[in-house]
């Protein structure tokens, strides 16, 4: 086969794959997460929430982010309850993912 011929075809299937791996549904779930986290910290400044979060008690510190979901915009209320839908669903489907690839291979070993 010709070299160039060759590398051309291979440079297809590379692209291919690729694009397959990039559009994936895992990858997917990964970009909107990035995106609307993105989104989240161009409206919050974290530095800001670190520094008047109370440091030593815990039930201060959980009273200190409610007061702080509730006493904010409603756009940053979306966006942190959409970003945390996106991770919950992404981490559900990755652990079902690992259950199921592990139950596979313990049917394949019996």
């Known amino acids: 086969m010709d070299k160039n011929l060759q ?3 291979m440079r297809r299937v ?6 397959r791996r990039a559009t994936s549904m895992a990858a997917l779930r990964i970009y909107l997460f990035a995106f ?3 989104q989240t910290m161009l409206r919050v400044s974290l530095g800001h929430v670190w520094a008047n979060m109370p440091k030593n008690y815990a039930g201060e510190i959980a009273s200190f982010f409610e007061r702080a979901f509730f006493n ?4 940053v209320q979306a966006l942190v309850l959409a970003t945390g839908t996106v991770a919950l669903w992404a981490t559900a489907k990755m ?3 690992i259950v199921r690839n592990t139950a596979r291979q313990t049917l394949v070993r019996a």
């Open 7 to 9: 590398s051309s075809i």
């Open 14 to 19: 590379w692209a291919l794959f690729v694009l």
């Open 36 to 38: 609307l986290l993105w």
């Open 72 to 75: 904010t915009e409603t756009a």
């Open 95 to 97: 652990i079902k993912s």
